[in-house]
């Protein structure tokens, strides 16, 4: 299964996008990239999966690159609500890496 | 989304009972669930794999016969901890999969907590 490597921590500012990078360079052509967040003591929640174009939705974008070796989750409008755990996954096992801590400050 | 629930939200139990957490796929059929387990700070840990009609595939150093899956209908698995110890304690997330168009999505159950004093 491919493994994911993301930042251990990232701060934004209220209102600004939010720019979550991840690596994903064992990825195989077949495999999904699946992005999750989980607030303190709750189950991760859905936010968004692509397999190589480009994808939005109401609540992000993703943005993979053409060899699909990395990947960005963009908040367009960072709230203090978005203050969460990001985890990046590849389908398979879905196994989770560490996920980036993303700090939404007014 | 699919919904996905998971029963208790919260339990507390004493050293050396058996405690049984339910996950139940609210609006969709869920051929396959799985079970994580996660400590303070920590990220999800996978225990293992739940598939309907067949045995649980467990993850390496996750013992099977202490935890219990069961994996009975399309909505419904459930994961017993057998005499559970402190050490048992965590945050157990169940999740299961949806068949989609566009890829299989995964919904996650709100989580169970368990205490074991």
């Known amino acids: 299964d491919a493994k994911t490597t993301q930042p251990p921590s990232m701060d934004c500012a209220e209102g600004r996008a939010a720019n979550l990078p991840c690596n994903h360079s064992?990825?195989?052509?077949?495999?999904?990239v699946y992005w999750y967040r989980q607030i303190h003591s709750q189950g991760p929640q859905y936010i968004i999966h692509g397999l190589k174009n480009n994808e939005t939705n109401e609540m992000a974008s993703l943005i993979i690159t053409e060899d699909r070796k990395s990947s960005t989750l963009i908040l367009p409008h960072a709230t203090l609500r978005d203050t969460a755990v990001y985890y990046c996954?590849?389908?398979?096992?879905?196994?989770f890496g560490q996920g980036t801590e993303l700090s939404v400050k007014p | 989304g699919a919904v996905v629930s998971q029963h208790p939200s919260r339990v507390i139990c004493k050293s050396g009972t058996s405690v049984k957490i339910e996950c139940r796929s609210l609006d969709f059929q869920a051929t396959t669930m799985f079970w994580y387990r996660q400590f303070p700070k920590q990220s999800l840990m996978l225990m293992a794999t739940?598939?309907?009609?067949?045995?649980?595939?467990?993850e390496q150093g996750v013992e099977k016969d202490k935890f219990l899956i069961n994996h009975a209908s399309l909505t419904l698995s459930t994961l017993t901890v057998t005499s559970a110890h402190p050490e048992d304690s965590s945050f157990y997330i169940c999740?299961?999969?949806?068949?989609?168009?566009?890829?299989?999505?995964?919904?996650f159950g709100p989580g169970t907590r368990l205490t074991v004093t």
């Open positions: 064992t990825i195989s052509g077949n495999e999904y």
């Open positions: 996954i590849v389908m398979g096992k879905l196994i």
């Open positions: 739940s598939n309907e009609g067949s045995k649980a595939t467990y």
């Open positions: 999740s299961a999969i949806s068949g989609g168009p566009s890829g299989t999505e995964q919904y």
